[in-house]
């Protein structure tokens, strides 16, 4: 196979893992990227040099084609295209192989450290554990299961409901548990005011996670850019959006489910999203997460009052009743308060203490 070079630009030695004796002996490097070559005549020419010899066939924009050595310590078998790469502007020998250019805002999106929430940190929802499972954690640790059945690994899971029930918790989990590289972007973060901008960092978002395979793709408030194109405006920011959500689209299908790229998404407007991007195939599950009940609530209460010095005799059950409707965002909330409130009198949390701070008219 062979390869065209096309060169780009010029850059000064301040690339990552550029030494100072390569300094010294070039001035600036260039940037190139290679390409597949389809022309037989010219593949003809350089097959016994590119066999033979560490020698490739490049083309040097607006200069013509050339013949270029390649530094011992790169392997041939590393070149692939597409495939950025930085030359001497000596001898155009082939110095450094590149990373993919990727926007410092999208390279923030990723989370370096792994998440450090676990089930066991989930209260109340033992169902959509088990589901966001088998459509996540299983393909990723046991993809052969899948092969052995024939059939298609899932994409991606859309996950909906009220605010403060668990999902982005449950996402944080999900990575935790699959040691996964965690990408987690805000829809609005996608709405950008020139044009093509936003559609630009979700590509390099999903050339970001395809490098960092296997990741976890977590998009919260997806129906800031997911909304159904019928409602809708016709202004130029709405149009902007739909081409932003047109390219996601794009980018859910390009990719393979096999290569260990999942979406989650999360909303708490299933109703306003663009029936595209529900159907299966780019999101093959979705997971109701309803506020929680006077049991889901109890198991709430006991992880997040698991370290606090409570008062012997504390009926759990009894404060879960008195709660009402409230998420778990807000029963979190509730033992945060509860907690500190003792700082002003004594050391230990009692039962007046929650009953006090459950009728609280901010919860």
């Known amino acids: 196979m062979f390869f065209l070079l096309s060169l780009n630009s010029h850059v000064p030695p301040t690339l990552q893992g550029f030494d100072s004796a390569s300094a ?7 940037l190139g990227t290679f390409q597949k070559l389809t022309t037989r005549r ?10 033979f010899h560490r020698n490739l066939p490049v083309k040097v924009q607006p200069e013509g084609k050339y013949i270029v050595d390649i530094d011992a310590e790169i392997p041939i078998s590393s070149l692939t295209p597409n495939l950025r790469i930085a030359l001497r502007s000596d001898s155009y020998t082939i110095h450094k192989i590149l990373p993919n250019k990727v926007d410092p805002l999208v390279s923030l999106m990723m989370v370096e450290k792994v998440p450090d929430s676990t089930y066991e940190m989930v209260g109340g929802l033992d169902k959509q554990i088990k589901e966001i499972k088998e459509v996540i954690e299983l393909p990723v640790k046991h ?5 052995s059945l024939g059939i298609a690994q899932p994409k991606g899971v859309l996950l909906y409901g ?3 029930t668990g999902k982005t ?9 699959t040691d996964c590289k965690f990408i987690r972007v805000s829809g609005s973060e996608l709405v950008q005011k020139y ?8 590509r390099e978002l999903f050339v970001m996670a395809r490098e960092h395979a296997p990741s976890i793709i977590f998009m919260d408030e997806i129906d800031s850019i997911g909304s159904s194109r019928g409602e809708s405006g016709s202004g130029g920011g709405d149009s902007e959006v739909q081409r932003t959500m047109l390219e996601l ?3 859910l299908d390009g990719f393979e489910s096999t290569k260990n790229i999942k979406v989650i998404m999360a909303t708490n407007r299933i109703d306003i999203l663009d029936s595209a991007l529900l159907r299966p195939g780019r999101i093959d599950r979705k997971i109701e997460f309803p506020p929680p009940g006077p049991e889901a609530r109890v198991s709430i209460l006991r992880i997040h009052s698991r370290k606090v010095s409570l008062q012997r005799g504390i009926n759990l059950r009894l404060l879960a009743e008195k ?3 409230c998420s778990g965002a807000e029963v979190r909330g509730i033992c945060t308060e509860a907690g500190e409130s003792p700082l002003r009198s004594t050391i230990v949390v009692s039962l007046f203490t929650f009953l006090t701070t459950v009728s609280d008219d901010s919860y």
């Open 42 to 51: 010219f593949c003809s020419i350089f097959s016994s040099c590119f066999f």
């Open 24 to 30: 010294y002996r070039a001035c600036y490097v260039q």
């Open 143 to 147: 993809p052969e299961l899948f092969e």
């Open 249 to 251: 689209l794009n980018q």
């Open 162 to 164: 009220p605010p403060g």
């Open 323 to 325: 709660m009402g409707q």
């Open 169 to 177: 918790l449950l996402a944080r989990a999900v990575a935790h548990h």
């Open 195 to 202: 044009i093509g901008e936003g559609s630009r960092m979700v």
